[in-house]
């Protein structure tokens, strides 16, 4: 075999090094898009993100009495398996603070929406590159509501989507594995993500059988999540499975579908959200339109084989259909569920994700590539920043609650009403919860919790001296049902969200005293029997 000369290694050489530079934009575009916003904020402004946070340190501190949470909390890993992100972020906080370490762990749920598109285009034989079009919808909706499993485990699932692609088209025992390892994966962020990705996972097997001829290599690696889901079955707790939901279809709803997708700010700032991702829809529809055009100018169609083509026709239908799939679940799916809320929207989002993967391939040169991932780059950059601008705001709009929580001692009874929650641009309020924080970072007690629920992996111990009484339904929402006599006997400090003095609320017990008031926040004490009252 002949010796490549120099002038062929050379330009070889610059091949690679101009696709390893546009590989490197991509990673590059990815770190700003995710890790921008949240660096610039220590209390991201999402939703639910605070008692994410408290249940990661409830797993990180379990062990340390300066927390207290072992007499207070039980775990439950397989009854409520949503734990991925809480045992990495229980991880990351070994070395790192615990603020930190949430958000590195968000970060990681975010960076799997874009990872698992790559996957799902490799499987496809297309190039990895496109996964960048999953960043297009890392700063929407659900991510501002704090709904961060579901974000992972929809990465994860168009993951196993790719994998099982790998599997029928040359199985090998590491791809094999990966689909497996990947399928747990999926189970362990967001377990009713499963039964989609099992069953499409058997579907792509099925529907690819014309192209690959196998199906055979696929079973194994469905064996060890199915086990783990059957196991999940006898034990589940029952608070997660609800009732049988009543299906109807709703055409009205495909109306409502952008504002389920990107509505996260209000005011100006939610219309420049609504016009950046307007422009980054336009972008998607020109690199789309461009990659098709030069698959079509490179002859790319032509001197294909049956099988290349029967491949071809099924991956570009294969994700138009399960879209279709997820937008008819939009369609006919409830609100609620039990006490689950904000079903339906969900799939939204689920089924823009999976069109995105019928996007055709890129060119394979290097410098064809690179305008492709530089107008995917700068469209969801744009986004990134507006949602890093916001954030830095949040930042500045909570030092007055920092300020308070560094009077709070360790290891807290803390009981608190949010009544204010103007000052932001967010669409919901992002202070609703943000008080959870506190036992995230300092331990003790919280007067309203998600674990109540029984849809953590984390609960509270029953007859527990340690667990705070209970509260009705909407709690949260609704602090002005507030009594000190009945709802404050527990606890002894009180933080308060609310622009007027809040001191008629504990004025029943004279015992409870203001400590320090910052901005719209106030904490209130009890004071030891043993202190002087004045």
């Not at 990180?60 to 890993?77: S, T």
């Not at 499993?149 to 989507?161: D, E, H, R, T, V």
């Not at 362990?188 to 989609?196: A, C, G, Q, S, W």
């Not at 744009?382 to 300020?403: N, W």
């Amino acid at each position: 075999m002949a010796r490549p000369s120099r002038r062929q290694l050379t330009l070889w050489l610059r091949s690679r090094a101009g696709h390893a530079v546009v590989a490197a934009l991509a990673l590059g575009v990815v770190g700003y898009v995710i890790a921008y916003p949240l660096a610039v904020v220590r209390y991201p402004p999402m939703t639910d993100l605070p008692f994410h946070a408290a249940s990661t340190s409830i797993l990180r501190h379990y062990f340390d009495p300066a927390f207290g949470f072992r007499e207070q909390f039980g775990i439950h890993l397989l009854e409520v398996p949503y734990v991925s992100m809480y045992l990495l972020g229980a991880l990351f906080a070994l070395v790192l603070p615990i603020s930190v370490a949430v958000k590195v762990s968000a970060a990681v749920m975010l960076a799997l929406l874009p990872a698992g598109l790559a996957v799902l285009f490799a499987g496809m034989k297309k190039t990895p590159l496109w996964g960048l079009l999953g960043l297009g919808l890392v700063w929407t909706n659900l991510t501002h509501w704090g709904f961060l499993n579901f974000m992972g485990a929809i990465g994860l699932y168009a993951m196993s989507l790719g994998l099982t692609l790998m599997v029928v088209d040359r199985p090998t025992r590491r791809r094999q594995l990966a689909l497996a390892l990947c399928l747990l994966a999926v189970f362990f962020t967001h377990v009713y993500r499963y039964p989609f990705a099992l069953l499409s996972c058997v579907g792509v097997g099925v529907f690819m059988w014309p192209a690959t001829r196998r199906f055979l290599p696929l079973v194994w690696p469905l064996v060890p999540s199915l086990t783990v889901f059957g196991a999940w079955q006898w034990v589940r707790s029952d608070a997660i499975g609800g009732p049988t939901p009543k299906l109807a279809l709703h055409p009205n709803r495909m109306a409502e579908l952008p504002d389920h997708v990107v509505s996260g700010f209000v005011g100006p700032v939610g219309q420049q959200e609504q016009a950046l991702f307007a422009a980054a829809v336009g972008a998607l529809w020109v690199v789309a339109f461009t990659a098709l055009a030069w698959f079509f100018w490179f002859g790319r169609h032509r001197r294909r084989s049956g099988r290349e083509v029967w491949w071809g026709a099924s991956v570009t239908l294969l994700p138009l259909i399960l879209a279709g799939a997820y937008l008819l679940t939009y369609l006919v799916l409830p609100m609620e569920i039990g006490l689950w809320w904000y079903v339906y929207p969900r799939e939204a989002t689920t089924a823009i994700y999976i069109a995105l993967a019928a996007v055709p391939d890129m060119p394979r040169q290097w410098w064809l590539r690179l305008p492709l991932v530089v107008i995917v780059g700068v469209a969801t950059g744009r986004v990134g920043f507006l949602v890093a601008e916001q954030y830095f705001a949040f930042a500045q709009q909570t030092k007055d609650f920092e300020a308070v929580v560094a009077h709070i001692p360790q290891r807290p009874k803390l009981s608190y009403l949010v009544f204010d929650h103007d000052g932001s641009f967010r669409r919901t309020t992002p202070f609703i919860h943000l008080p959870a924080w506190v036992q995230a970072e300092k331990g003790g007690t919280l007067s309203f919790h998600f674990v109540a629920w029984h849809h953590s992996p984390i609960r509270y111990r029953e007859g527990s001296p340690h667990v705070p009484p209970p509260t009705p339904l909407r709690w949260e929402w609704t602090p002005q049902r507030f009594r000190m006599q009945q709802h404050g006997a527990f606890f002894d400090e009180f933080l308060v969200r609310r622009h007027s003095d809040p001191s008629n609320l504990f004025a029943s017990d004279p015992s409870v005293r203001l400590v320090v008031n910052e901005g719209a926040w106030w904490l209130f004490r009890r004071q030891a029997r043993s202190e002087p009252q004045d």
